[in-house]
């Protein structure tokens, strides 16, 4: 069973930036591909970003790419999420998940392990 904890959010004005950190536990990190999700007030939750276990690919949501970068530390069992240029309507529950499959964070958006969430909330 993966545990996943996230770390970084907090209340930043519009412009500025946040990182965000996920730590693992309880499997095998390096083989384990990593992804962001969030989700704001009575709105749906989305994929945001995430990076493959295999060949450290990257993919993101068409509204971060540019200002949002996903980067992983195997050797500290971390992926973390850099936001820059951040706007009111990133205002969100950030939730880390984690899947073998970069396919089912990315595209099928079902991975297996979640974490709990972190608020990230951009005032204007």
């Known amino acids: 069973q993966v545990h996943l904890v996230e770390s970084g959010g907090g209340l930043v004005q519009a412009g500025g930036s946040l990182r965000l950190s996920c730590a693992a536990s309880?499997?095998?990190?390096?083989?384990?591909?990593m992804g962001w999700f969030r989700q704001a007030p009575m709105k749906e939750r989305e994929f945001v970003a995430g990076?493959?276990?295999?060949?450290?690919?990257?993919y993101g949501q068409d509204s971060v790419k540019g200002r949002f970068t996903v980067s992983r530390d195997n050797a500290k069992n971390t992926v973390f999420l850099q936001m820059n240029s951040l706007k009111p309507e990133d205002t969100a529950v950030y939730y880390c998940?984690?899947?073998?499959?970069?396919?089912?964070?990315?595209?099928?958006?079902?991975?297996?392990?979640w974490g709990q969430g972190t608020q990230v909330t951009i005032s204007s």
């Open positions: 309880g499997g095998d990190f390096s083989t384990l591909s």
């Open positions: 990076i493959s276990w295999t060949d450290y690919t990257t």
């Open positions: 998940a984690a899947d073998r499959s970069i396919q089912t964070i990315a595209v099928l958006k079902t991975p297996n392990y």
